[in-house]
């Protein structure tokens, strides 16, 4: 079982909808949570972080994490094609392990 | 200050030789981190330092592979005897101690082995 899981995708939505990115892992000791973009040819840049239990919202992102199944989710509302990226789980135990990302098409 | 700086940005190496790879931090944090990311893959784990201390070597860096931060302040990776099996993109990155916010990637370097 890999550390961290994400669906590879693509994922495909239309501008201005949901896109709904998910994320397990498995060591239940993590206490740190991240999300990073990735545009092809590009290093990851952070988008959002999350440390405890419920929701966090940051524009029009918003993380949610629940520890008890180790599972963390990113929402993305009124998505734009320039939304269209790869998007990284990242879990920090000592140093962050990635997930190999889910790949979003917004299409206009 | 400009952030993670990675030098070379590209860099085509035939197999066998040796290779060196340059990371600047930005200059508050005393985490570095290497990793190394393949076509369709999330960036994997090599190794990282607290200051000029390596303190994690992931499994999978082989003896070829070795990192130094000397001062503390950058830090180089380097590769000998390159196989193709090494063409990947070299992700540095840095944090604070507490690594409250997440960790600041470089633009990388791609190392191509022919």
């Known amino acids: 079982q890999k550390e961290v899981e994400q669906n590879s995708g693509p994922l495909s939505v239309p501008e201005g909808a949901i896109a709904s990115l998910n994320c397990t892992y498995s060591?239940?000791?993590?206490?740190?949570f991240f999300w990073y973009r990735q545009y092809s040819g590009k290093s990851p840049e952070l988008i959002m972080s999350?440390?405890?239990?419920g929701d966090k919202e940051d524009g029009r992102f918003t993380a949610q994490l629940n520890k008890a199944s180790q599972y963390v989710s990113l929402l993305i509302r009124d998505s734009q094609p320039s939304d269209s990226a790869t998007y990284l789980c990242a879990v920090r135990s000592r140093a962050l392990t990635f997930g190999s990302g889910t790949r979003l098409q917004v299409q206009p | 200050d400009t952030g993670v700086s990675q030098d070379p940005r590209h860099k085509i190496t035939k197999r066998g030789q040796n290779v060196t790879f340059r990371c600047d931090p930005i200059?508050?944090?005393?985490?570095l981190y290497w990793y190394r990311q393949t076509l369709g893959q999330g960036p994997e784990f090599l190794t990282y330092?607290?200051?000029?201390?390596?303190?994690?070597k992931s499994r999978l860096l082989s003896d070829r592979f070795s990192a130094e931060r000397p001062k503390g302040s950058f830090s180089t990776l380097e590769i000998q005897r390159t196989e193709q099996g090494d063409s990947a993109m070299y992700l540095c990155?840095?944090?604070?101690?507490?690594?409250?916010?997440?960790?600041?990637f470089g633009s990388g370097t791609r190392l191509t082995v022919v």
């Open positions: 990155a840095s944090s604070d101690e507490l690594n409250l916010y997440g960790y600041t």
């Open positions: 999350i440390y405890s239990n």
């Open positions: 200059s508050e944090h005393n985490r």
């Open positions: 060591d239940r000791g993590s206490q740190s």
């Open positions: 330092f607290q200051n000029e201390a390596q303190l994690e």
